[in-house]
């Protein structure tokens, strides 16, 4: 299979990023400019675009914020980053923020968007006999541990009557579960996109149920405690510049297309799918959206994959205005 930014191994993934962590919080990634900065950290996505397009750095310039862009291959690594000072702001999943709250990162939630329940969903190889998802029961299904779709399995069985011990989840990052799925060792694969869409594009791969009206699959903005406290006006501009990219792909699907395939390094076609399936929108994070949080941290407690229970009440930042 062809590495491409998504098919890193996962050692190779996780050395990369935390070396990368060490070395921008010891300052040997470059002299720092003076003045105020942010820090941005982002996977390959719409961060890179604006990253791109150099629209961030010209609303700060007047402020005197410079910009630093560092750029992460998992969520995990970048929150690490957030732990140890390094980065400011970035952009993460629904699940590695629960995880990292728990080995007490200072992180709160800036922002994020509409959910995405489309992006995320439960495949089948092509002429797989299973038709139900009460059909997974005894079956065997990858999946990426302690992930947003971790999550949404255990949600969906809840909903189809099925308990998380009825079936057999194999642990495994998403180019190794894309391996086993295609070698035929597992029966289903829990997995979101862009993974997604390519497994359904290149592989015939069937999707037997999306997280719609089981998981939100939201994108979080996230930024440490202290940054809210005395940037606010930074990261209210930040939000903004993420707004109007959104807002400009939404409305320019084909063009977006063009940009996205070239930042993930994937054919275009695939990314189309991928944004067939998106919802555009970003959002503020309210007491509501805290409480989807909640409610994930609370099942992780639940199954033993984090060490304690977790109280979000105090992870949205001060008020942004």
């Known amino acids: 299979m062809k590495h491409t930014p998504f098919s890193l191994p996962r050692r190779q993934v996780l050395a990369s990023g935390l070396g990368l962590a060490a070395a ?17 950290g982002h996977q390959k996505g719409w961060l890179s675009i604006l990253k791109g397009r150099g629209t961030l750095e010209k609303r700060l310039a007047p402020l005197g914020v410079s910009v630093t862009w560092t750029e992460f291959t998992a969520g995990p690594v970048q929150l690490e ?49 299973l038709k139900t998802v009460a059909d997974l029961k005894g079956k065997k299904i990858a999946l990426n541990k302690g992930s947003n779709v971790h999550y949404f399995l255990v949600k969906l069985l809840e909903k189809h009557g099925l308990k998380y011990a009825d079936v057999q989840v194999v642990f495994l990052p998403p180019a190794d579960a894309r391996a086993a799925f295609e ?41 440490s405690r202290d940054f809210a406290a005395k940037n606010t006006d930074v990261l209210k501009i930040a939000l903004e510049e993420i707004a109007a990219i959104d807002t400009w792909a939404a409305k320019n699907k084909a063009d977006a297309g063009v940009e996205l395939s070239k930042v993930l390094g994937l054919e ?24 989807e949080q909640q409610s994930i941290a609370d099942t992780f407690f639940e199954l033993k994959l984090i060490p304690k229970k977790l109280n979000l009440r105090h992870a949205a930042p001060v008020n942004l205005g």
């Open 183 to 223: 070698r035929g060792s597992v029966d289903a694969w829990v997995i979101w996109d862009p993974f997604l869409s390519a497994a359904i594009k290149t592989l015939e791969a069937r999707v037997l149920a999306d997280a719609k009206g089981v998981a939100n699959n939201r994108n979080y903005y996230f930024t």
């Open 268 to 291: 275009r076609s695939i990314v189309e799918q991928y944004l067939s399936n998106l919802r555009y929108g970003q959002l503020p994070v309210t007491a509501d959206i805290l409480a």
């Open 81 to 129: 980053a957030l732990n140890v000072g390094s980065i400011d702001f970035g952009d993460v999943g629904e699940a590695p923020p629960i995880f990292a709250q728990a080995a007490g990162a200072p992180l709160v939630y800036a922002g994020t968007t509409v959910p995405r329940p489309h992006n995320e969903a439960v495949l089948l190889p092509k002429g797989s006999p």
């Open 24 to 40: 921008v919080a010891t300052g040997s990634v470059g002299a720092q400019p003076a003045g105020r900065v942010l820090r941005v």
